[in-house]
């Protein structure tokens, strides 16, 4: 027999027993239904399980959520920051991380993006905070780390996933527009860890995961076709910057870590993606092994496990999420 029709049984059953007593008063009717609808209620709410399985589909971005139910809560109770969560990566790594429990703090400078992505976990039962600002001005970057300690108390972990790029022949670059990549990617990573870091040194724990790339070790298709020592230098500029930060947060139980993304079918670098796959011999998905290109979920996923309890024994580690590049 289901547990819910045999509480509702064993209910009534009570509910009966009572009234058919002849001292039984009309205040101790309204009692034992009172008692009836309390148990009936307790019977019928979802457990804890089933109502993270409908956040965490409630959040996806696609459906790679297939098979991931029975090991929803990862992060449950912990307090999270990621940057650049307007879109792309960082929007789904703050859909994942609120999907596993945790309470996420976004920033980005694209307020209207940072909406949707706060809107989206608030409305599917998350919680989530969106700070406006430019994350390469240490004010901005303090006020994102501020925001989440005012309102937490805490932090647990930091996602710097803020990034992008200006692409041109080396020959042809802008000394403005190398600037601005590095600037873009690595001030932004080093204000924000900064600023995280003296709150996890106090409590003597936390994760810091950095958002690398494939590119650090060049990448094909951009550098024949397009152009991409300035990203390709600040990549490899994280992939340095964790090694060394590592070192300086262990004595803290502090990891930290990178993910290095390969080619990934975003909104913003996705349709450039596609059109060197339609056009050009070294192509993407041709000189990736897999042969396609990567989701966001997927990069999502490994950020998720490098944010977890299960990864407390890696730190100054690049996580490959490449497609076996």
Same mark, same amino acid.
């Given at each position: 027999m289901p547990p819910t029709v045999l509480v509702l049984g064993c209910a009534f059953f009570e509910f009966f027993e009572k009234v058919g007593k002849s001292d039984f008063s009309s205040q101790d009717v309204r009692e034992a239904l009172t008692s009836v609808r309390d148990q009936l209620s307790l019977a019928l709410r979802p457990s804890s399980r089933q109502r993270r399985k409908g956040l965490r589909h409630g959040l996806a971005s696609t459906d790679v959520t297939k098979g991931m139910e029975q090991r929803m809560g990862r992060l449950d109770t912990k307090i999270a920051i990621v940057t650049? $969560?307007?879109n792309g990566i960082g929007r789904a790594i703050a859909l994942r991380f609120a999907a596993e429990d945790a309470a996420v703090v976004i920033g980005d400078i694209d307020s209207a993006g940072l909406t949707r992505t706060a809107a989206a976990i608030s409305s599917a039962g998350g919680?989530? $905070? $969106?700070?406006t600002g430019d994350?390469?001005?240490?004010g901005a970057a303090a006020a994102l780390i501020d925001t989440a300690v005012h309102r937490h108390g805490r932090i647990d972990i930091l996602v710097n996933n803020l990034g992008g790029s200006r692409n $041109?022949?080396?020959w042809e670059m802008p000394v403005a527009d190398f600037d601005f990549v590095l600037r873009l990617n690595l001030r932004s990573t080093f204000l924000c860890t900064r600023a995280a870091a003296a709150h996890m040194m106090t409590r003597r724990q936390g994760r810091i995961i950095c958002m690398s790339s494939g590119a650090r070790e060049g990448t094909p298709w951009t550098a024949y076709y397009q152009g991409g020592a300035a990203y390709s230098a600040a990549k490899a500029g994280v992939h340095g910057f964790v090694r060394d930060v590592a070192l300086e947060l262990a004595e803290y139980n502090i990891t930290v870590n990178a993910v290095a993304p390969g080619p990934i079918?975003?909104?913003?670098a996705g349709p450039n993606l596609k059109r060197l796959d339609a056009t050009v011999e070294r192509s993407p998905s041709r000189m990736t092994p897999l042969g396609r290109l990567g989701t966001v979920d997927e990069v999502a996923a490994a950020a998720l496990?490098?944010?977890?309890?299960?990864?407390?024994y890696v730190s100054g580690h690049t996580l490959h999420v490449a497609g076996g590049r």
């Open positions: 650049g $969560a307007a919680t989530a $905070a $969106a700070v994350l390469t001005e240490e $041109a022949k080396v079918d975003t909104e913003r496990f490098l944010a977890s309890d299960e990864a407390s």
